[in-house]
């Protein structure tokens, strides 16, 4: 009853791929998930072209996405998701935040609409099962996994997952702000006894202050929460491209510090979670 996750892309707002962003990736968020037989990819943001590649070389031919939202970092990565291009292939897309909204089809047709990109939705050959539904769902994939969904703090929207296999959890809230001083009773009730939790992690506390209303949250807070929610692990997510290796890996330093339980995610990490 494996769950893992691998990290394909750890950055947040735009990718970064330079010199001094070598250590910890320059690719904006994805994250493949082992459930069991499942394969779980969590957003598709440029890390998505790397897991796509090797799907293909694994013969995976199966999946479900689950989306955050579509703000471009989490999605421009979709166009260039092999998978996609396959016949013989089969992916549910799954977004949470679009149900009165358009729905995730009609976003991702867009994005991939003249005169923004010559290849546009319809030419995928692959079978694409597109699912749209209230934030705060609960479903399970094959009986044997358990996804539970919450609304999240972010301009336009964006979700949280909570994926349960095998008696484990792993949750991914990214994309959320906190009120300082007030942790978020959602977020708490989500992630509340967890392995794993991937939060969004892209500003420290002094930098917060000037960047409130953006729609992000400090590795700080995520580790006030996760004390606060009895969790195992907290994996540092989302860095701000400005953060270059030097500043990661000083944070890495003042994560660990303050409590044990932090890791930092980095391109091609792959976690197994448990106590």
């Keep these: 009853m494996t769950l893992a996750v691998k990290f394909w892309g750890v950055r947040g707002s735009i990718a970064c791929p330079s010199p001094e962003h070598v250590v910890y990736g320059g690719n904006t968020s994805c994250i493949e998930v082992f459930a069991g037989d499942e394969r779980i990819i969590l957003d598709a943001g440029t890390g998505v072209r790397g897991l796509g590649q090797e799907l293909l070389r694994d013969g995976v031919k199966k999946g479900t996405m689950l989306l955050t939202h579509t703000h471009w970092d989490h999605i421009n990565g979709f166009p260039f998701f092999a998978p996609a291009f396959m016949a013989n292939s089969e992916y549910a897309i799954c977004a949470g935040h679009l149900y009165n909204a358009g729905g995730i089809e009609n ?3 867009s994005q991939m609409a003249n005169p923004t990109f010559p290849v546009p939705l319809e030419a995928l050959q692959a079978t694409l099962q597109f699912v749209d539904f209230k934030a705060g769902a609960t479903w399970n994939l094959n009986g044997e996994t358990k996804i539970v969904t919450m609304p999240l703090n972010h301009p336009n929207g964006a979700t949280g997952y909570r994926i349960e296999h095998g008696g484990k959890s792993i949750c991914y809230v990214t994309d959320t702000e906190h009120t300082i001083g007030k942790p978020d ?19 420290t506390d002094s930098e917060f202050p ?32 400005d953060h270059n290796d030097d500043f990661m890996r000083q944070l890495e330093q003042d994560a660990r510090q303050m409590w044990s339980g932090t890791i930092v995610a980095r391109e091609q990490m792959i976690v197994t979670p448990g106590r």
């Design 185 to 203: 009773a959602r977020v708490l009730e989500l992630i509340e006894g967890s392995e794993l939790v991937i939060y969004d992690c892209t500003y």
């Design 210 to 241: 000037a960047k409130i209303g953006w729609g992000h949250s400090t590795w700080q807070e995520g580790v006030r929460l996760c004390k606060a929610a009895n969790v195992h692990q907290l994996a540092i997510f989302h860095h701000d491209p």
């Design 107 to 109: 976003v991702l047709a």
